[in-house]
């Protein structure tokens, strides 16, 4: 089969949708080695996050043609084109969008929607990223053979804000980087904490520095904690919400207590989350919720919040709170710190929930929707 993917995050984002789309191109090709795999992208960068995906043999990067569209053009009307002349049989938008002239052009097509967060939580977004979102995304859905969802919230969320029928949807789970479940020594764990100049304690939370991750909860329970226990923040901040934060940290008095970290690698990220002695997802609103399976991959409890998917990433392995209720996410990680709640079931249950997101089982599932998709054409 040849398959041909939208490279754009793949390429170019160190995080989020370019961990999704690197780990949808890595798994298929190491599972389906017959296949070829073509990722279209308006450039190429020196991602060292792209090593893998450069070892394998049956993957090919494919750029714009020196003469006609380039750049987003190509990637929203050219590149068609080019997908008829590599004789694509399969055409996969890894993260919400297609080209807007794929149906015309003939040629079955999947987009992977990972939430439409900007009609949940519209405050989060400007009026014209919203108005473009909506479009952009709204038209995929419509023009794609099928769609994508990441979780069952992000299907019915498809499902009633663009009217698309149920039948033409299919969930399949993300999983996260096999680095998180590889077992780290610890003289390895303390050479990281000190390279890192890590907090001996912490708490971790790993995500954007946004309103919408919610931190400002973490940072508020953090003042009923211990005080030899710091909150540790792995994420760039978005929109100044930060500065916000840190104001309500020094009116409790534990801004001292707040680490903030914008340049831990990824490589590093599994020995921090090792580290930490809790690991808290509060998101008011996620499509599915990575750091909480890093976290129940890394053999740690986790804290999640209630209100969207987290808890069909976490499952019964997970704890959960309310977005809102400070005093619950105080006294669950006080708990879990002076052991009044037991963890290691919940740790060991963690780790066999997450099986069922392991990448060679994503790839099985992908290219069943890929079959489906090419036989229902």
């Keep these: 089969m040849i398959i041909g993917y939208d490279g754009k995050r793949a390429v170019n984002n160190m995080t989020g949708l370019g961990n999704y789309s690197r780990l949808v191109i890595e798994s298929v090709a190491e599972a389906y080695p017959a296949s070829t795999l073509l990722v279209y992208t308006p450039k190429l960068s020196e991602n060292p996050r792209l090593q893998t995906i ?31 002349s590599d004789k694509v049989q399969i055409y996969h938008g890894l993260s919400n969008e297609l080209p807007l002239n794929i149906r015309s052009a003939g040629i079955p097509s999947v987009v992977t929607v990972h939430d439409v967060i900007y009609r949940r939580r519209p405050q989060c977004y400007n009026a014209i990223d919203r108005v473009l979102y909506d479009f952009k995304y709204g038209r995929s859905c419509r023009n794609a053979t099928r769609i994508i969802a990441v979780s069952e919230r992000t299907k019915a969320d498809i499902v009633e804000l663009y009217g698309v029928s149920p039948k033409k949807i299919d969930v399949v789970y993300q999983g996260c980087d096999a680095s998180f479940r590889k077992n780290i020594s610890g003289d390895d764990l303390e050479a990281t904490r000190r390279r890192l100049l890590l907090p001996q304690r912490y708490i971790l939370q790993v995500g954007t520095i946004e309103e919408r991750k919610n931190l400002e909860l973490t940072v508020r329970a953090l003042s009923a904690l211990p005080k030899g226990v710091k909150l540790l923040a ?7 919400y930060l500065g916000k934060v840190k ?16 340049n831990i690698t990824f490589a590093d990220l599994p020995a921090v989350c090792r580290m930490a002695e809790v ?5 008011f609103y996620e499509g599915f919720g990575i750091p909480v399976l890093e976290g129940l991959e890394s053999r740690r409890p986790v804290v999640a919040a209630t209100g969207s998917c987290l808890e069909e990433a976490g499952g019964e392995a997970a704890f959960y709170v309310d977005p809102t209720d400070v005093r619950a996410m105080g006294d669950i990680i006080n708990g879990i710190l002076d052991g009044s709640i037991p963890t290691a079931e919940r740790i060991e249950s963690g780790v066999a929930y997450a099986t069922r997101f392991r990448t060679d089982d994503m790839a099985q599932r992908l290219m069943a929707v890929y079959e489906k998709t090419i036989n229902s054409y």
Excluded: C, M
Aim: proline share 7%.
């Design 54 to 84: 450069r070892s394998l043999h049956n993957v090919e990067f494919r750029l714009p043609p020196p003469q006609g569209f380039s750049g987003s053009l190509w990637r929203t009307f050219g590149v068609t084109n080019n997908l008829k």
């Design 234 to 240: 792995v994420g760039r901040d978005r929109k100044g």
């Design 247 to 262: 104001g309500i940290a020094k009116e409790l008095g534990v801004l001292d207590r707040i680490d903030v970290r914008s």
């Design 279 to 283: 690991i808290v997802y509060p998101s």
